[in-house]
């Protein structure tokens, strides 16, 4: 029986993490720390506002399956005349994973989400920051199989933030590599930049940033 991403963790990729980044203290490993897994909805209710009910009702329902988790609802702070947004309309729905939720997710991701996703070839440099966090979007939502649903007929996009705990722009990226994400054989190796607190980038995730 195949094992699953927690066990695979303590059992083989802390250990080479480790190796690799020269780290005695286990306390010490780079862990995912919190992942942000979100679904726009502003554009689609600004161009479609009869169906407004009908798109948050399918975009809640797919971000539910696919985590596990009742999503929050991101209102636009300001209004937005150019693209028809007005300010506390839904913009986005957001659900926050930590711990072995998050782990459980990156697992099902890896193996069933990103396999399927046509456009996906690797990540590249664009998708991590300056903190080597990971930022990933994906067209279509139907990678996932549990969103593949009579109920849910309308094709939203998904965006994908993880956060690590890493000292440095290369322990997180190593930290997304031993995990099993696939990187593009152009990305380059990562500069040694020292991160911003986590606690920064919580806050303007939740808030919608």
């Known amino acids: 029986m195949a094992k699953n991403l927690s066990e ?13 980044l020269g780290l005695s203290n286990t306390l010490q490993t780079p862990r995912p720390l919190v992942g942000y897994i979100q679904i726009g909805v502003g554009k689609m209710i600004a161009q479609h506002s ?10 809640t329902l797919a971000l539910n399956v696919i985590t596990g988790r009742k999503p ?20 986005a729905l957001l659900v926050t994973l930590r711990k072995q939720g998050l782990l459980e997710f990156i697992d099902r991701f890896l193996a069933y989400a990103l396999p399927r996703a046509k456009e996906f ?8 920051d300056t ?14 199989p549990e969103a593949v649903s009579d109920k849910i007929k309308m094709n939203f996009g998904i965006q994908v933030t993880l956060v690590g705990s890493g000292a440095s722009r290369e322990e997180n990226v190593a930290l997304w590599k031993h ?18 607190s986590p606690a920064k980038v919580i806050t303007a995730k939740a808030d919608g940033k």
């Open 8 to 20: 695979r963790w303590k059992e083989e990729i802390r250990p080479a993490l480790n190796k690799e």
């Open 72 to 91: 929050k609802i991101i209102p636009a702070k300001n209004a937005i005349a150019g693209f028809r947004v007005r300010e506390g309309q839904p913009v």
């Open 50 to 59: 009869e169906a407004k009910n009908g798109i948050m009702e399918q975009a």
């Open 121 to 128: 070839k690797g990540l590249q440099e664009r998708n991590f």
């Open 131 to 144: 903190a080597g966090n990971l930022n990933l979007g994906l067209r279509e939502l139907n990678v996932f």
């Open 179 to 196: 995990l099993g994400f696939p990187l593009e054989r152009s990305f380059a190796p990562p500069a040694d930049t020292k991160v911003a």
